[in-house]
């Protein structure tokens, strides 16, 4: 395995508000590998999506193990202009909760061999938002029935 790429998307419903993740795995052909989404409870869009892709890095990790974090570039495709932005040192970080995710993304990234974090439309992250949004419905089905 060469490369991987992987697609996060993090949500919030009310900002802070309900909040759920969704990432989604595919080979360096685009194929899909594997697909995650998890509720995160209480959070703002900006915390999903870090939150996003934490899970993702620590995933890969716990499903492909450290020596093959060692020899994978990979590529994270976000909608978020903030998140990519802010890993990438153009814009500065100024919410202190974003500031420890930050950190862990980049004690995180020490971990691999190459990360490349790419910005990308919402028209091109359709899969991962659709995981945000169905867990997010989920939680509102379940939650309605009590």
């Not at 802010?86 to 909760?97: A, C, P, R, T, V």
């Not at 867990?135 to 939650?143: G, M, P, S, T, V």
Request: proline share 1%.
């Amino acid at each position: 395995m060469k490369k991987i790429i992987i697609y996060t998307d993090g949500g919030s419903r009310g900002n802070p508000g309900p909040a759920a993740i969704g990432i989604v795995f595919c080979n360096e052909k685009g194929q899909k590998i594997k697909e995650y989404a998890e509720y995160l409870g209480e959070a703002t869009n900006n915390e999903a999506e870090y939150g996003a892709v934490i899970f993702a890095l620590q995933k890969f990790k716990a499903l492909f193990g450290k020596k093959l974090a060692k020899n994978t570039d990979i590529e994270l495709r976000v909608d978020s202009e903030l998140l990519t932005k802010q890993l990438s040192g153009q814009y500065k970080i100024l919410d202190s909760k974003m500031v420890d995710l930050f950190i862990k993304i980049w004690n995180l990234k020490t971990e691999f061999r190459k990360i490349r974090f790419k910005l990308i439309s919402r028209e091109k992250n359709k899969e991962a938002d659709g995981l945000v949004n169905k867990e997010l419905d989920a939680k509102a089905r379940n939650q309605k029935l009590f």
